[in-house]
């Protein structure tokens, strides 16, 4: 049963767009649809959010 | 830039992967005991000090047309040209008449030396000296999480050492979209 659920999970495509969905992580956040950098800034580390922002910008320019 | 350099798409796609991986731990960072907390801040220093190294290499890219040499002392090594004859020298061991070769430290030649990157930035005042001391900060941080380093196993990583890092790296972006 167990190898067979591991096969099954292997087959499984897998679909890349946000963290939680990557990596399975539920976030602490009270609003639905928080963003990641928002995220950053709620944890005290406001510069990641910042850098986060313009990685965003150079990869929708690109 | 150098025809064989990433473009900063590829990079910001890089940082912001990697961003993603920081965010679960910090995500899981809340959920945990202090002493714990230790072992999360030491993984997120680990990943944010890579980070940083990869933008001053990037930086030096930009800046720099040609790839930079950044040690005076070139790499040596040799090219075996003539062998030599053991019945003469009377030896079991082959010899051999080699050229040296000298290879300069580019860039491009010597990846990794975040040292070297970050004292030819100051040398060439490609960065300010206050920038200096925060990219030695995490490149010395870095430096104590790399087991060769180790002199105890009684260290702490924080939250604000995550956040002075994160600091540095949003003036390192600036520093690159200014070039």
Redesign the interface.
Known sequence: MTQRTTQAKKNKPTKVSTVEENYGVKFNVRQKNMNLATYFEQQGLPSLAKVLRKTEQHIQHS | MHPNSI???V???N??TT??D???L???V??VNTRAKTVYYKAIILLLAS?VEAQVYHFIDRKCTADPTLFAKDIKSYKPKIALSKAILGSSSQFYVAEEIATPRTLKNITGSFNAMNDFCKEKSLISPSLYTELEYIRKKRNTIHLQTLDTTKRSYT?AM??RI??T??KM?DEI?AC
Request: hydrophobic share 45%.
């Open positions: 473009s900063d798409a990079l910001a796609k940082i912001n961003l993603q920081v965010s679960t910090v995500n899981d809340v959920k980070i939250l995550a956040s994160s600091d790296m949003a972006y979209d």
